[in-house]
């Protein structure tokens, strides 16, 4: 039966794609060797400078997030190397999964997937390095399973008190564009991150930042890699080129989504995305539900997770909601399966739109016969009430 209305994607990413982003994506294919993809090239390749905030390379995969990170351990570690990774959630987990597959030795921080990296955890582990063994310390900056953000300056700070020589590395897939992020002020040697999230463009590129020790690194690192090799995009990206046929309509895409958080102010972009996670977690407490990140101050304004009560399933509400409300919410990962559901609130999103997803929740929540108090929608409201949109 056709559904009336727009269906509401509030899932953690991919994120709707304005209209914008879709008519600059909307052109004809050109020569990505031809002279005139070189302005486009060049365009990509020096704005996502001012996204990372970073003066060093930015390479462009066509790729998810996930060749991404596969392409930042390729780079700059060998076999055997061994590595610092933290336990925020599924994605750090996968991150650790894909480290050892690859040939690394990763130890695990064990986390409780409700906050983000506890730095004085990696400083204690790195003052025991007395060798200095560990090459890399490897942090989830936004973890989209959990909804918690980790804190990555401190994480730096952690490194150099330790007076340790690893790199850090740092996944902003899901945090990129919507939270405050600064390669380079923040030390971070490589950053890794995607299209399809706080960039609002549609899933298919992926970025790493890298510093000019991590490209130092490069020059050395001995992990196979051929398609992801750094050293093979740094002469053709120099005149706005790619090695090989780059994703040439996503990048107009990311041109576009360039501008318009720049017209709109970064700063203005991390606030609006603050502002939402606030009204949201009102939501949920009004509700009486729990949010799962109970570390006060690492909340992300990306997307929030919500724990359901005990022998409720969140499957089961979210597969309601969806029918009859017209909204997609990310469903729990591997741990939390069936236990949580995530709303994202991030990407080209306002104040009606969250107030929308939030109606949509508590009223899957009385058709699913999930245990609530109303009034979650209200107190959204009132929360908003205290700051005006940016
Ligand atoms: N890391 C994080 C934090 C993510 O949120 C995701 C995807 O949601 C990934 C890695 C994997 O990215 P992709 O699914 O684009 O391969």
Same mark, same amino acid.
């Given at each position: ?113 409700r906050g983000g990296a506890d730095p004085d955890q990696i400083e204690a582990l790195l003052n025991e390095d007395k060798a200095q063994e ?18 990555? %300056? =401190?994480? *730096?700070? @952690?490194?150099? !008190?330790? #007076?340790?020589?690893? &790199? ?26 995607g299209s399809q999230k706080g960039l609002m463009l549609p899933p298919g590129i992926s970025f790493n930042a890298a510093s000019e020790k ?63 996670? %606030? =009204?949201? *977690?009102? @939501?949920?407490? !009004?509700? #009486?539900?729990?949010? &799962? ?98």
């Amino acid at each position: 039966m056709r559904k009336a209305g727009r269906h509401f994607l509030q899932i953690p990413g991919p994120s709707s794609v304005p209209d914008r982003i879709l008519n600059a994506i909307s052109q004809q294919v050109i020569d990505h060797r031809g002279p005139d993809f070189a302005k486009v090239g060049s365009k990509a390749l020096e704005g996502l400078k001012t996204i990372f905030k970073t003066e060093s390379n930015v390479f462009i995969y066509p790729a998810s997030g996930t060749g991404a990170w596969e392409a930042a351990l390729v780079n700059v570690l060998s076999p055997g190397d061994k590595v610092l990774m933290y336990e925020t959630g599924h994605f750090a987990t996968l991150w650790k999964s894909m480290a050892e597959r690859l040939g690394v030795n990763a130890e695990f921080i064990q986390g409780n997937w409700r906050g983000g990296a506890d730095p004085d955890q990696i400083e204690a582990l790195l003052n025991e390095d007395k060798a200095q063994e560990i090459k890399a310390v490897c942090v989830v900056h936004n973890e989209t399973s959990t909804g918690s953000v980790s804190p990555i %300056a =401190a994480v *730096r700070k @952690a490194i150099d !008190a330790a #007076g340790h020589p690893a &790199l850090l590395m740092v996944d902003t897939i899901s945090g990129l564009a919507s939270i405050d992020y600064r390669h380079d002020e923040w030390g971070v040697d490589v950053t890794v991150s995607g299209s399809q999230k706080g960039l609002m463009l549609p899933p298919g590129i992926s970025f790493n930042a890298a510093s000019e020790k991590a490209l130092a690194a490069n020059k050395t690192a001995r992990l196979q890699k051929s398609y992801w090799d750094w050293a093979d995009m740094i002469g053709p990206n120099k005149t706005g080129y790619f090695p090989y046929t780059p994703a040439t309509n996503l990048l107009y895409g990311l041109n576009e989504a360039i501008e318009m958080l720049h017209e709109e102010g970064l700063d203005n972009v991390f606030a609006r995305h603050a502002r939402h996670g %606030a =009204a949201t *977690r009102s @939501a949920v407490r !009004a509700w #009486g539900l729990e949010v &799962l990140c109970n570390q006060q101050g690492q909340e992300s304004g990306v997307l929030t997770a919500v724990k359901l009560p005990d022998g409720h399933s969140a499957d089961g509400f979210r597969a309601k909601t969806l029918a009859e409300y017209d909204i997609s919410l990310g469903n729990g990962l591997s741990k939390v399966a069936d236990k949580v559901f995530r709303i994202g609130h991030l990407g080209d999103f306002n104040d009606l739109m969250l107030m929308a997803t939030l109606s949509g929740v508590e009223m899957g929540l009385g058709a699913a016969g999930v245990p609530h108090t109303s009034g979650g929608v209200q107190a959204a409201l009132d929360q908003l009430k205290t700051s005006n949109p940016t």
